[in-house]
């Protein structure tokens, strides 16, 4: 670091109201960022590490939020924000491990740089797409209020990233729910290449606090002393008055977007301006210039930092790299969880498939007491199939929560309440809208306890199917969006009794849940249902039929048409799978009843292409080949998406093609 003519100080400070130890602490927290950055660099050159994403001349914000929040409080930085971890107190070892991909980091070598999280140290991590972080602090924070904890939740977000919609989706929901969540925007200049001018239109981004009827506040954002002065104050108002507050932070990326980039596009007259504005340089000058610092204390200062990121880095270099274990790397896709068995009653009663879940949501209401169910007007309207009517009387409004109409950051909101050991029930309103929340279910909700040990507790509800009527966007079948994903389990059940035990299950389950509920089977299937609470495992299908000719594999709406086409035909001589599970799947069941009957048909709703009933089908061929006597059929609904007209429902809908096709495989 060059060292600066003390009367060149640009930053107005007034050290007046803190002492002399706070200060000296608070420029050695910043230094200590901006050293192991100037040592990054070296190593970066050297190419003894990847590519990295530098904070320098951001320092006073990451340092001065973290100071100004207690330990216990959670905070969810991003990609340039080296001071939270250091000044968290994060050893250095451990982020220089997490940084070279070691065993000793955070996430085991499975994810890099800043996107890892450690419940040790509050810190919820950054994933790459920016924005979902805002709902996750949502959550975080709904938990502690829901807790009475008087805490406040700190999330950042570049300038960039208040373009992305969960940036709004996030703040809107803070603000309905009065959630203490500080929004801290780092206002840098630049979102990778593009400047300000070509991001947003507004005259300063704090400007947007007022459209979400959001306190709101422009800091300066490389004065350490108004960083932390005001954000302590704000913190602390904060604290007895649960709200959430917007800061922008005014600064200046000085580096490239990442390391090795370039910054060609900055003119160098901002550059310069910025670099005279340096946070670390301006505080160091203004207390050599007030006699708060020797120049003998700072190089004390420096020496003790140098020596620790020396220290450190040498541990992490002696550490081997990290092996690859296939076992390890396979168990840890989902959390830990052991099925508990809990037998149903012999006393049922008549149930139609929708009661049978709201039976489910309600009974888990009672015996999980931490879980909250949110989604688009299920409190006192109920949810638009009334499947959680009347839960608001019995468990109140905190538990029962209408959302606004923002599915992603509703889906990051109970990602937030399971990183503080709660559950959460999302509602779908129809399963064809999940595709506004499919980002953080795919990319957060699933790979978190891979990535970095922190499961997901939510089961999101999703009403789905077609033969309603409905048209293209009340109608799909989307449970192949997600089969494919793994660390995402897939429950679709056909009957009343099942609905029941698995969605049971999967409020037990602490993994992530997408639990698919037919809406032609809500009111017309009945069945005898076992009364009170009880579980069914998932992973197991369901032989409803049994014969030993062929092989019919199905699930949801499926199973009924089978067996209205297989009563129809008079055929008694089928082994029906009811699969119920499709992640997990059991494929011990799909293959022994193939080995027997060697001959297979599956049934999807949905169109063909790249859906589930394909990836069952590839893999009897591959493990039941032998056993075939015919080849593997296939039957799903037509290429195009799902029409209105019931007339072109009908011909969409595989239920015809269906019968043509096993009569065609028994007589093969
Ligand atoms: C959804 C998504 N789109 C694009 C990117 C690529 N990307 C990563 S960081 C970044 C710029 C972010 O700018 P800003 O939010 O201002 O933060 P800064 O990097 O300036 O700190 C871009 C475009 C991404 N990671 N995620």
């Known amino acids: 670091m060059s060292s600066v003519d003390t009367s060149q100080i640009s ?37 003894k590490i990847s590519k990295w994403f530098s904070g ?23 990609h340039r924000n080296l001071g939270v971890f250091t000044t968290r107190e994060i050893p250095l070892k451990r982020l220089f491990a997490q940084w070279q991909g070691k065993a000793s980091g955070f996430t085991k070598g499975r994810d890099r740089s800043f996107h890892f999280g450690t419940q040790e140290f509050n810190i919820v991590g950054m994933i790459s797409h920016l924005g979902p972080q805002l709902g996750v602090a ?60 070509e991001q947003y239109r507004c005259k300063d981004l704090a400007d947007r606090g007022a459209g979400y009827g959001m306190e709101a506040h422009i800091i300066d954002g490389n004065n350490i002393l108004e960083v932390y002065e005001k954000i302590s104050a704000i913190a602390e108002s904060m604290r007895k008055e649960p709200r959430p507050v917007l800061v922008e932070f005014k600064t200046f990326r000085m580096r490239g977007h990442e390391e090795a980039s370039g910054t060609k596009y900055v003119p160098q007259e901002l550059m310069d301006e910025w670099q005279a504005k340096d946070p670390v340089l301006n505080f160091e000058n203004y207390l050599l210039e007030n006699n708060i610092i020797s120049l003998d204390h700072i190089s004390g200062i420096k020496e003790k930092i140098l020596q ?12 081997p790299i990290v092996s690859a274990d296939l076992e390890t790397e396979l168990k840890d896709v989902y959390a830990d969880y052991e099925y508990e068995e809990v037998q149903p009653a012999s006393t049922t009663s008549e149930l139609r498939f929708i009661d049978a879940i709201a039976a489910s949501v309600s009974e888990s209401m009672e ?28 468990y109140g409004k905190e538990r029962i929560r209408n959302t606004p109409i923002c599915e992603s950051a509703i889906v990051s909101t109970a990602m937030g309440l399971s990183i503080k050991g709660m559950k959460a ?63 995402l389990k897939v429950i679709y059940p056909a009957f009343p009794a099942d609905a029941k ?43 409803i039929r049994e014969g030993s000719d062929v092989t019919i594999i199905t699930y949801g709406a499926g199973v009924h048409w089978a067996m209205e086409i297989l009563d129809e035909l008079e055929v008694d001589s089928a082994d029906l799978l009811d699969l119920r599970s499709l992640q997990p799947l059991d494929k011990e069941a799909i293959c022994e009843s193939v080995t027997k009957t060697g001959k297979a048909i599956v049934l999807t709703e949905d169109s063909l292409t790249g859906s589930f009933a394909s990836e069952i ?52």
């Open 425 to 487: 029930m999302v509602e779908m309103q129809f399963s064809d809208f999940v595709s506004s929340g499919f980002n953080p279910i795919v990319n957060y909700l699933a790979k978190v306890n891979y990535r970095w040990n922190q499961n997901a507790d939510v089961v999101i509800r999703m009403p789905c199917g077609g033969s309603v009527g409905a048209g293209p966007f009340h109608s799909q079948t989307n449970e192949a969006w997600f089969t494919k994903i793994p660390g």
């Open 308 to 319: 620790e990121i020396n220290e450190h880095l040498e541990i992490v270099n002696s550490e």
């Open 56 to 78: 320098i001349g951001q320092e006073a914000i990451s340092v001065g939020v973290i100071k100004a929040l207690y330990k216990h409080e959670y905070i969810l930085p991003m």
């Open 617 to 668: 089908a590839a893999m009897i061929t591959e493990n039941c080949f032998e056993s075939l006597d015919a080849p593997v059929y296939r039957v799903g609904s037509l290429e195009t998406p799902i029409p209105f007209a019931k007339e072109l429902e009908n011909q969409y809908l595989p239920k015809d093609r269906f019968k043509l096709k096993l009569q065609e495989l028994l007589n093969y």
């Open 138 to 197: 949502d959550g975080i924070a709904l938990a502690s209020k829901l807790k009475k904890e008087g805490s406040v939740t700190a999330v950042f977000t570049g300038e960039g990233g208040t373009s992305e919609g969960d940036f709004h989706e996030a703040l809107n929901i803070a603000s309905v729910w009065d959630l203490p969540v500080l929004f801290c925007i780092e206002n840098n200049g630049y979102g990778l290449s593009t400047p300000t001018t």
């Open 501 to 543: 035990g698995l969605l049971n299950t999967a409020f037990n389950d602490p993994n992530p849940v997408l639990y698919f509920e037919h809406k032609a089977l809500y009111r017309s299937i009945r069945q005898e249902v076992p009364e009170g609470y009880y579980t069914t495992e998932f992973g197991k299908a369901s032989l």
């Open 11 to 47: 930053i107005l400070y007034n050290s007046s109201n803190h002492d002399t130890e706070t200060l000296q602490d608070l420029y050695s927290a910043m230094l200590k960022p901006r050293m192991i950055e100037e040592k990054m660099l070296i190593l970066l050159r050297q190419g």
């Open 367 to 394: 015996r999980h007491p931490n879980l909250v169910l949110m989604g688009q007007d299920i409190a006192d309207y109920g949810g638009v199939f009334k499947i959680t009517d009347g839960l608001l009387t019995k």
